[in-house]
């Protein structure tokens, strides 16, 4: 069964800092991994897609990094801004079942200060 | 196009009720996913449907759980005789399914239910 961690649980930093969020998965054979924002009582919204033959992705401040054979991806997020402040959700869609579905992350809960 | 819609945005319901959500997708999306999310865990699934077909069902949903999507547009989620177990946002994805490696899910604001 995929499992997936996400550390830290929660992170405060202040504004401007570059930072890395860490995620790992048991299970190597994955379709892709993406990176999601959370706002607080909101839904999901998609940042960064790695497909599983990709190494990275970037989108403006944000970079993430796959390795797959080793069952780790990290999100790494340049001069931070308080607007970033959200929870930070990892999912890998996996091969084994049908490779339908996502597992989720208990994510990383980021504050930026002033 | 106003990405996925969810509706209601919040539900408070006695314990024993029953209660529907609606997922409105994306506009020509073929598949729409349903994910259940409590207090500190990431979603977790609970269905999905490619167009009008419910193709996968995880053992999280329960005979109290039924979900469907008549002619592969909006979808509906219902809980019958809710249980405080039942608290929880409700996650209403949907995608354009390609290949397997790029696809790409669009999430709705969620449902979030309140079993007194």
């Known amino acids: 069964k995929q499992e997936v961690t996400q550390i830290p649980a929660a992170l405060s930093v202040p504004e401007g800092e570059n930072l890395v969020l860490n995620c790992s998965f048991t299970d190597s054979a994955i379709y892709n991994l993406q990176w999601f924002r959370q706002d607080p009582g909101k839904g999901l919204t998609s940042l960064l897609l790695?497909?599983?033959?990709?190494r990275e992705q970037t989108s403006g401040r944000l970079n993430a990094s796959l390795d797959k054979s080793s069952g780790r991806s990290t999100l790494y997020i340049a001069a931070s801004q308080p607007g970033d402040s959200a929870t930070y959700l990892c999912?890998?869609?996996?091969?084994?079942?049908?490779?339908?579905?996502?597992?989720f992350g208990t994510g990383t809960q980021l504050k930026v200060e002033l | 196009d106003t990405g996925v819609s969810q509706d209601p945005r919040h539900k408070i319901t006695k314990r024993g009720q029953n209660v529907t959500f609606r997922c409105d997708p994306i506009s020509e999306h073929n598949r729409l996913y349903w994910y259940r999310q409590t207090l500190g865990q990431g979603p977790e699934f609970l269905t999905y449907f490619q167009n009008e077909a419910q193709l996968e069902k995880s053992r999280l949903l329960s005979d109290r759980f039924s979900a469907e999507r008549p002619k592969g547009s909006f979808s509906t989620l219902e809980i019958q005789r809710t249980e405080q177990g039942d608290s929880a946002m409700y996650l209403c994805?949907?995608?354009?399914?390609?290949?397997?490696?790029?696809?790409?899910?669009?999430f709705g604001s969620g449902t979030q239910l309140s079993v007194l």
């Open positions: 994805a949907s995608s354009l399914r390609s290949g397997q490696g790029d696809e790409k899910l669009f």
């Open positions: 999912a890998v869609k996996g091969v084994t079942g049908g490779g339908n579905k996502l597992t």
């Open positions: 790695i497909q599983s033959s990709q």
